[in-house]
């Protein structure tokens, strides 16, 4: 593996640091894509203090454009690119009945226009390749409408899971698989932030796991799905959510 190479998007923190964390570990060079570039270059210094297997770039995924000079740098730095994980994503919970036009387009953009251009540019350069790996990340509310999120971000994550399947039909004879995963409520830093103390306690307590998910378990599925062996899972999404839903 220890030639394959991954961009991870919203990789600055949270569940991306640990995506692009296990990737390395994993023996890829890491690409870290986010719009907090300090956070990102601080991560890939950890990760490799010459640069030579991490390195951070600044991509804003609502830009079709960024995405394309992502790739470019990157195959200019590294001159191939494996894998793609969609990951950047952010809500601000707002009833649903209060979201504005701007609220809803907002979230929309980062969480569902940022799949279809992720997946739009790097498709099209796998394809070219004959092989490629993409994974999103969606989330359990796009599968049951959420609950602590938000209607725009629930709307944008069940966006995520149907642009996974369109793509993977579009681009699976050119070998290239696109994968969702949908976690439910994981211990990251996000859910401590914006859930209050005792709210926290009560969607734990009705999580049949009785625990929030692991993050690094996640990565380990999302590092799996994008595997050169991984070619036979296409269109799937992979549901971490401790029982939550099931379906
Ligand atoms: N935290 C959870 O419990 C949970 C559950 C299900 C799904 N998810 C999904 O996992 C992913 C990561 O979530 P997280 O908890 O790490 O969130 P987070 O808010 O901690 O991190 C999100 C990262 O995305 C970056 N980002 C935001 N807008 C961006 C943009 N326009 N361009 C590039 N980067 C941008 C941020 O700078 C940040 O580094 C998201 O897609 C989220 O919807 C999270």
């Known amino acids: 593996m220890s030639n394959r190479v991954v961009l991870v998007t919203g990789a600055a923190r949270g569940l991306g640091a640990v995506i692009a964390t296990q990737f390395h570990r994993a023996g890829y060079r890491v690409a870290i894509g986010d719009i907090a570039l300090d956070s990102a270059e601080a991560l890939a210094r950890d990760l490799s203090a010459d640069g030579s297997t991490a390195c951070a770039l600044h991509l804003d995924v609502t830009s079709k454009d960024a995405f394309e000079v992502a790739r470019d740098t990157l195959f200019a730095r590294w001159g191939r690119i494996d894998a793609l994980v969609n990951n950047a994503g952010a809500s601000k919970?707002?009833?649903?009945?209060?979201?504005?036009?701007?609220q809803f387009d907002q979230v929309i953009n980062v969480n569902l226009r940022s799949v279809l251009f992720g997946c739009q540019?790097?498709?099209q350069y796998f394809a070219g390749n004959g092989t490629g790996r993409i994974v999103n990340i969606a989330s359990l509310a796009g599968q049951n409408g959420g609950s602590a999120t938000g209607a725009h971000y629930a709307a944008a994550k069940g966006g995520v899971i149907t642009l996974t399947k369109v793509f993977a039909r579009d681009l699976g004879a050119a070998g290239v698989t696109v994968n969702a995963i949908s976690p439910g409520?994981?211990?990251?830093?996000?859910?401590?932030?914006?859930?209050?103390?005792?709210?926290?306690?009560?969607?734990?307590?009705?999580i049949p796991a009785g625990k929030l998910g692991s993050a690094d378990y996640v990565a380990d599925v999302t590092v799996m799905?994008?595997?050169e062996n991984a070619w036979f899972a296409n269109g799937a999404c992979w549901d971490v959510n401790g029982g939550l839903f099931m379906r």
Do not use: Q, R, W, Y
């Not at 859930?195 to 306690?201: F, N, S």
């Open 93 to 102: 919970v707002v009833p649903v009945m209060e979201i504005t036009g701007e």
């Open 121 to 123: 540019v790097f498709g």
């Open 185 to 206: 409520p994981m211990d990251l830093p996000i859910v401590h932030e914006s859930v209050p103390a005792d709210k926290l306690k009560a969607v734990i307590a009705g």
């Open 225 to 227: 799905l994008a595997a």
